[in-house]
């Protein structure tokens, strides 16, 4: 089967541009939106999304709001929060994938991505047919292991107070993810301490989520510290669907690191693992 990869212009109502990755192949049968990990851009999943091509599958791949080819990079003077990426983003997106292939069947995400996933699944006004998580679960403290638990709620705050005192997250100078929107990592440390989903001009998803019955597969991996199963749990308790499977893998499933990242230039365990009948 012959895979193509091309870039689609995608416009939020405010005006923020970005290009989403499309890849397809000549037979298409389900079309999928994948949300990226925070700070990852579009382009770091195309092996993923060519790998999920192959066995019949359109990908559109969403690019965050500050990364990659958006139009926005997040600074003191331009910062935005859930709410942007929530209500205008991945809205804008599903919207351009259901033009091209007519329907969204699996909305999806890696680490924070599919914690949105998950809360879009929930506010959707037409939600996808199935839920996917790679690498996620929810980042409440309380629900990680011993001794990592309790330094979470410290790490939250820290890098809470760094975005504001930057006017926006540095990431790429300290190692965690990338110059994040100071409003965003104020939303996502607020779950982190919490436990909850809710945003200014979101409002509280929770009980949203507990509406949301859609078949969900999650997949996870042995070594990886910021998803280990618990959060996961959390997470799809919070939801009801219909189904659940998770699937762990190790590094000789994967071929690679089992940890949060390794496994997207080597995607294929993973994508057998979401579709073992395709």
């Given at each position: ?6 870039w689609t ?12 990755l499309?890849v397809?192949?000549?037979?298409v ?14 382009r ?5 999304a060519r790998?999920?091509a ?13 990364f990659g080819?958006?139009?926005?990079r997040a ?26 292939f007519?329907?969204v ?11 949105l996933?998950?809360c ?8 996808a ?10 980042p ?11 330094g979470l709620?410290?790490?939250y705050?820290?890098l809470?107070a760094?975005?504001?005192m930057?006017?926006a ?8 993810g ?6 965003v ?8 301490l919490t436990?909850?989903?809710?945003a200014p ?5 929770e ?8 078949p ?13 199963r618990s959060?996961l749990?959390?997470l799809?308790g ?8 998770i699937t762990?893998?190790?590094?000789h499933?994967?071929?690679t690191?089992?940890d949060?990242?390794a496994?997207?230039?080597?995607p ?5 693992a979401?579709?073992?009948?395709a």
């Amino acid at each position: 089967m012959t895979v193509e990869a091309r870039w689609t212009p995608v416009v939020a109502a405010d005006g923020h541009r970005w290009e989403a990755l499309v890849v397809a192949g000549t037979n298409v049968d389900r079309c999928i939106v994948w949300l990226p990990a925070l700070g990852v851009p579009a382009r770091s999943y195309e092996p993923f999304a060519r790998a999920l091509a192959a066995r019949g599958m359109a990908v559109v791949v969403h690019e965050w709001r500050g990364f990659g080819s958006s139009s926005l990079r997040a600074s003191r003077s331009s910062d935005w929060a859930y709410r942007e990426l929530l209500m205008l983003d991945v809205p804008a997106t599903l919207a351009s994938a259901r033009a091209s292939f007519g329907r969204v069947h699996v909305l999806g995400g890696h680490s924070l991505g599919g914690q949105l996933a998950s809360c879009t699944q929930a506010l959707a006004e037409e939600p996808a047919d199935a839920l996917w998580l790679v690498a996620s679960g929810s980042p409440f403290w309380r629900v990680f292991p011993r001794p990592l638990r309790f330094g979470l709620p410290w790490a939250y705050r820290l890098l809470n107070a760094l975005a504001r005192m930057f006017g926006a997250l540095p990431g790429r100078r300290i190692g965690f993810g990338g110059n994040e929107a100071r409003g965003v990592i104020h939303d996502w440390s607020r779950t982190g301490l919490t436990g909850h989903y809710r945003a200014p001009h979101v409002g509280d998803i929770e009980p949203r989520l507990v509406r949301v019955t859609s078949p969900l597969h999650g997949v996870l991996f042995a070594r990886d510290w910021l998803a280990p199963r618990s959060s996961l749990d959390y997470l799809v308790g919070k939801m009801r669907p219909s189904s659940v499977a998770i699937t762990q893998l190790d590094a000789h499933a994967l071929g690679t690191h089992d940890d949060h990242f390794a496994w997207m230039k080597t995607p294929e365990a993973v994508v057998d693992a979401l579709l073992p009948d395709a």
